[in-house]
């Protein structure tokens, strides 16, 4: 079975301090981990995902899969940051590939 | 180009009512899958079409059906509807069945039973 694990539910920083938001996983293969942004009245969206190993938006995530995770960082917050952030799994074998979301953390910027 | 779009955005059912819920894909994508969503639960796959056919399908009962038609566009149909039904449900498309597409969500309909 496959999980996702997001400790935090609700995590508030000051504009220009650093950002982590912590995302563990449970799976057997070789997953596809991405993480997803919420905006306040938008749409759920794909933020970035392991394979590309790209920056969006000065956040970046690196997979460890020694510890599992794949924890989500931006040096300096902004305020726009503030949003839902959803942490996803996706199986590399056929029948397995719905995402499985954590239940996210609310990241609070305060000016 | 167009987004994923669902109809309706928003829907008041009584218990025992039946619903259906419609999604329409990005144009190109034959991939169609549906959440749901609520505050305790988080977010939980439903199930997955691709070319007309259910490939993967979630924990869930089976008064929760689905289908797509030939022009990608997929419906869901909860029946004997329950106040735990009440939530937001997600439709996301992407181009093919592989882990590899990016999944591109809808705006949701909100359901809520009385």
């Known amino acids: 079975a496959q999980r996702v694990t997001q400790p935090e539910k609700l995590l508030s920083v000051f504009k220009g301090a650093p950002v982590e938001l912590k995302c563990n996983y449970s799976?057997?293969?070789?997953?596809?981990l991405f993480w997803y942004v919420q905006y306040s009245r938008q749409r759920l969206q794909l933020l970035l995902r392991?394979?590309s190993r790209e920056s969006i938006k000065g956040f970046t995530a690196d997979l460890n899969k020694g510890e599992t995770s794949f924890h989500l960082k931006k040096p300096f917050a902004q305020e726009e940051d503030s949003a839902m952030y959803y942490c996803a799994l996706r199986g590399s074998g056929a029948g397995s590939y719905q995402l499985t979301f954590g239940k996210g953390t609310k990241l609070s910027v305060i000016p | 180009k167009a987004g994923v779009t669902q109809t309706p955005r928003y829907l008041i059912k009584t218990r025992g009512q039946q619903v259906t819920l419609s999604c329409s894909p990005i144009?190109?994508?034959?991939?169609v899958s549906w959440y749901q969503q609520t505050p305790g639960q988080g977010l939980q796959f439903l199930f997955e079409?691709?070319?007309?056919?259910?490939?993967n399908k979630g924990n869930f009962p089976g008064r929760f059906s689905g289908r797509q038609f030939s022009n990608s566009r997929s419906e869901m149909n909860v029946s004997t509807l329950e106040l735990g039904d009440s939530a937001l449900y997600l439709c996301a498309s992407s181009r093919t069945l592989t882990g590899a597409d990016t999944q591109y969500f809808g705006p949701g309909t909100r359901l809520t039973v009385l």
């Open positions: 799976y057997s293969g070789s997953p596809e």
């Open positions: 079409y691709f070319s007309e056919t259910q490939r």
């Open positions: 392991h394979i």
């Open positions: 144009s190109g994508h034959r991939s």
